[in-house]
């Protein structure tokens, strides 16, 4: 199927969301949906909605905040922003993904060359 | 607090919050979608279009407000709770099939936690307060008894499957403290070590060392806690007082805990000096070994052991094992204490209540399964809505569950209620002849092994019952059910089957326990109703131990006992008083003997009896004058013994019929003579004098009496005799006048053993064994009762679900007979089956109980018949009641049923 979705690791949309909240500063969930697709090419999110659940854990675990605030259409929509506690934990993740993403290319490479 | 636990947290909150955060969500979806149809608007799209492409990027609308929900709270949790909250409401919809579901759980769990909890009391636990009571094994050979000190010092120091290993025997002391008042006590002679193997140390005072078991050291003993409670007050300055036992001067050195007992319940222990006699090879006193598994050993491998070392004794020293069978018997503590059989009748009894269980298990799941079928349209209609199977499962199962869950409380609570009931009698589930000490040295609390089987089986039973109907359900084909507006066709016919496999299994379980309860009972009746020999009724019996310290000669001993015969003849209400070395059913002496003339002894005793040696055994007791008529025996021809019959007469004795019908059946056998052996050396020659019907002695159940002779007393004189008085008023009437005369007669001697009717000293083998018969029918009335009412069930629904097509039949003319029939005629088939599958299982099932049966065939007809025929009688009332009301039914009113 061309048009299927990267299967998600657990968490994984959480970590586009606290890196997408510390570069680009307070977002509301569709200004943080669209931007993930953007940056993602498409490829990520089967669809808006389920970004809301990942912004309730978030919340949930202290690491973004909400606040309701005044689009610049000059819409009532609820605002979150990154903590200091979610900075911490984007730091670490960040450095967990990249490890893991070292390690799984190495255990690949050998594998595609084999294939060859 | 941040990171997952706080998750936890504000899940745990959000359960509270609820609906004012579902309203926030709300918003802010509305807010999404309106942000995004701006955007769209922005980019150029149509109103139209930009509405559509804002719905389709969001997605589900309510998945996402569901997730986003789920994670608020824990979703899990709540739709347990809601599927709980539903089966309670159908349970309180349905008070009658929640009552008798309740019921039938409480009684199958109840009943099997009783009887896990006496078994594992015995099986498991076995002495309180032993150091891990499953590696200790004891040693004997012969039947409990014979081992002498120096083959239990070549034991211990050969085998390799024990890390130590002592011998230990019980003795009976009279003590006398310095208020001169002399009691008799149970004490147990035992090697140093004991304590230690059994992991215990005195609370107080000291264990005792290898010096306290030296010949001549200052004689110790060391008390229970019970006797230096009721004797001494709890006194701690008890240790180093002296007391007297026996005579002798004994210094007390230590208590031991409370509740300790070992090996069997006593009052103290002594330490077993090895004197000269002890140190005799020959001399196998009734002691017996204890050790205690070395690490990595199994029962088996140690059994190996022990008989390959019995073996190499047998050849080392021929003289002293000649004529005997000394290779060592390593036994558990059930099989010691309860006999061989004990873990085979405890299994038995086991797996009869787990048939119990088995049959309320089916029958529940025959009721749940109606039950369910009659909402099978609104499970039908959940599945259409959407709701999974595995959410329908879960829905039935926890309805089960919840049932069993109830059935368990309640079950619970009967078992402690049976455990009471049944502890006093807890160690009387044996084909055994244990010592009634036993029962109060165990314990029947409830402990961890009991809550874990109860918790396990309370579970398990709500699956199992659960769990079929759940699953055939889950299988409903809804359309044709939505459809059909009743029951989908195929649905109901694979449900049918279903019940009638289960009804079957019932009925098959059902005659199973009933023809294994009925064998149990047949061999039962079969020790009870046989004869005996004599009339227990009406004696007295007691038990006097002269001491030697008083009594040395053998002249003060007889003559001790003749005037007490006098004494107590002269008592109103006595006939006729006789003494005996036993009372009639229990053990005596097991000799070898030979015959005078013929060299008969070669083709005398069977196989078993004479299997090495190389001579028979025949079973003696020694008995005084008038031992026959006082019992109520008349000899089949020759004499009693008389006061002639002393040290200057010709050696006497009195066979008894099955011992003359052996050896001279077509001979008069009196005047015929036979000599007994004594280690080995024969002794004089015995004539027969008269002969005596069969009398049970040894083990009093079986059926088939041994091989017995009896001696005069004068000629083997002894201070330990069982005195019998023949009274023409109830026995209990006199005791307080027969403790009289013996304390006339010697003051300071006190009577070992009641005095008490002879029935009671025989009863308990008898009452045992009955008991565990009892046991086992209840339990079959019990799955019968189960059973037929599984298929009362079964047949009533059948009926109910019928009534229009009877009502049809009835209308075009059929009568109440062939209605009835065709009711019936449903029950047929599953009785039918049940009871072949039933009957054959049962043949293969009553051979396990085989060892522990008398007389009786695993397979015999007369119970398998009348089990048949019980069977088939309930299964009838179960039927004919949904019959006779299938009879009642108004064609008119039926007609209109829906």
């Not at chain 2, 006061?643 to 003359?660: E, K, M, S, Y």
């Not at chain 2, 039933?838 to 009348?866: C, E, F, H, M, Y």
């Amino acid at each position: 199927m061309p048009g299927s979705k990267l299967d998600l690791l657990q968490g994984t949309l959480d970590l586009m969301v606290l890196q997408t909240l510390e570069s680009m500063g307070p977002q509301h969930g569709y200004g943080l949906a669209r931007r993930i697709e953007q940056s993602s090419g498409d490829e990520v999110l089967l669809n808006q909605g389920t970004i809301y659940a990942s912004l309730v854990r978030l919340q949930q675990r202290s690491w973004i905040a909400a606040e309701w605030g005044i689009s610049e259409t000059n819409r009532r929509a609820k605002y979150y922003s990154i903590t200091r506690a979610g900075r911490k934990q984007l730091a670490e993740e960040t450095l967990n993904w990249k490890r893991l993403a070292a390690v799984i290319g190495r255990v690949l490479a050998p594998a595609t060359r084999g294939t060859k | 607090m941040t990171g997952p636990v706080r998750e936890q947290w504000e899940r745990t909150l959000g359960l509270v919050r609820g609906r004012r955060v579902d309203r926030d969500l709300e918003a802010e979806l509305d807010a999404h979608i309106e942000l995004a149809i701006e955007d769209n608007l922005r980019r150029g799209m149509s109103q139209e279009e930009a509405h559509r492409q804002a719905a389709r990027q969001f997605g589900s609308r309510l998945s996402a407000s569901e997730q986003a929900g789920d994670q608020r709270g824990f979703p899990a949790l709540e739709s347990f709770l809601k599927d709980l909250a539903y089966a309670v409401r159908g349970m309180r919809r349905n008070p009658g099939f929640t009552a008798v579901a309740v019921a039938m759980l409480a009684l199958g769990i109840g009943i099997n936690t009783t009887v896990f909890t006496v078994m594992n009391a015995i099986l498991f636990r076995g002495f309180p307060l032993v150091e891990r009571n499953d590696r200790i094994l004891y040693l004997t050979t012969g039947s409990n008894c014979c081992v002498s000190w120096p083959d239990f010092r070549d034991w211990r120091s050969q085998a390799k499957s024990f890390e130590g290993m002592e011998l230990v025997h019980g003795v009976t002391l009279t003590f006398t403290d310095e208020n001169g008042f002399p009691e008799r006590y149970d004490a147990t002679e035992v090697t140093s070590g004991t304590f230690r193997l059994v992991g215990q140390t005195p609370i107080l005072g000291r264990d005792f060392a290898l010096a306290d078991e030296t010949p001549g050291a200052r004689p110790v003993a060391i008390l229970s806690y019970g006797l230096w409670e009721r004797r001494f007050g709890k006194d701690p300055a008890v240790i180093g007082r002296t007391v007297r036992m026996n005579a002798a001067v004994t210094t007390v050195i230590g208590v031991m805990p409370q509740g300790f007992t070992f090996p069997q319940k006593q009052d103290l222990w002594v330490p077993l000096i090895p004197t000269p006699e002890v140190r005799k090879r020959e001399n196998r006193a009734t002691w017996f070994v204890f050790g205690r598994m070395a690490e990595g050993v199994t029962v088996e491998s140690a059994r190996a052991e022990m008989e390959t070392i019995g073996r190499r004794l047998g050849e080392a020293y021929p003289l002293t094992n000649r004529g005997r069978n000394l290779i060592p018997h390593v036994l558990n503590f059930g099989e010691f204490f309860i006999g061989p059989n004990a873990t085979l009748i405890y299994k038995a009894m086991w797996g009869a209540v787990g048939f119990v269980l088995l049959i309320a298990c089916a029958n529940l799941a025959n009721l749940t399964l109606a039950r369910a079928m009659g909402r099978s349209r609104e499970i039908s209609l959940r599945i259409a809505l959407g709701a999974g199977r595995w959410r329908i499962v879960r829905q039935l199962l926890i309805e089960s569950i919840l049932l069993s869950g109830m059935g368990a409380c309640l079950g619970w609570w009967l078992a402690k209620w049976g455990v009471r009931a049944l502890a006093p009698n807890g160690s009387a589930i044996s084909d055994a002849t244990p010592g009634d000490w036993f029962a109060n040295v165990l314990g029947y609390s409830m402990d961890y092994r009991v809550l874990a089987y109860f918790i396990a089986i309370s579970i398990g039973t709500g699956l199992l019952f659960g769990l079929a109907p759940a699953l055939r359900l889950s299988k409903l084909d809804f359309n044709s059910v939505l459809k059909d507006g009743g029951l989908g066709a195929t649905g109901g016919k694979r449900g049918k089957r279903l019940s009638t496999v289960l009804v079957i299994g019932e009925m098959a379980l059902a005659i199973v326990l009933l023809s294994g309860a009925g064998v149990m009972i047949h061999s039962f009746l079969n020790a009870y109703g046989g004869n005996l020999g004599f009339r227990p009724d009406n004696i007295l019996t007691a038990l006097i131990n002269l001491p030697t310290a008083r009594y040395p000669q053998v002249e003060a001993q007889t003559s001790f006992f003749d005037r007490l015969k006098t004494r107590l003849e002269a008592i109103p209400g006595v006939e006729s008083v006789a003494i005996a070395k036993q009372v009639p059913g229990w053990d005596t002496a097991l000799l070898p003997y030979e015959l005078d003339g013929a060299r008969s002894a070669s083709v005398a005793g069977s196989a078993a009896e004479d299997d090495e040696r190389h001579h028979p055994m025949l079973s003696a007791l020694v008995i005084g004058p008038g031992y026959f008529h006082t019992l109520g025996a008349s000899l089949l021809s020759g004499r009693e013994f008389n006061d002639f019959d002393g040290a200057l007469a010709v050696p006497a004795v009195i066979v008894n019929q099955r011992f003359a019908d052996r050896h001279w059946p077509h001979q008069n056998p009196l005047g015929q003579r036979l000599r007994l052996f004594k280690d080995a050396a024969p002794e004089a020659w015995l004539t027969v004098v008269g002969v005596a019907p069969n009398i049970a002695q040894n083990d009093s159940a079986r059926q088939e009496r041994d091989l017995l002779v009896y001696l005069p007393y004068l000629q083997r004189p002894s201070g330990d005799m069982w005195v019998m008085a023949r009274t023409r008023v109830p026995p209990g009437a006199i005791a307080n006048s027969f403790r009289r005369e013996v304390q006339a007669l010697d003051p300071q001697l006190p009577v070992s053993l009641g005095p008490i009717p002879l029935t009671e000293r025989a009863a308990p083998s008898y009452r045992y064994r009955g008991f565990t018969a009892a046991l086992f029918l209840i339990f079959a009335a019990i799955a019968l009762g189960l059973a037929s009412v599984g298929l009362y069930a079964v047949v009533a629904h059948s009926v109910s679900r019928r009534t229009q097509e009877i009502g049809i039949r009835m209308a075009i003319g059929a009568t109440a007979r062939d209605i009835r029939r065709l009711v019936l005629s449903q029950g047929v088939f599953p009785v039918g089956i049940g009871l072949v599958v039933g009957l054959l299982a049962s043949l293969a099932v009553n051979r396990v109980l085989k060892s522990g049966l008398i007389q009786v065939s695993p397979a015999d007809p007369l119970t398998l018949g009348l089990a048949s025929v019980t069977l088939i009688l309930a299964a009838v009332v179960g039927c004919l009641i949904p019959a006779n009301r299938a009879t009642r039914v108004d064609p008119i009113v039926a007609l209109r049923h829906d």
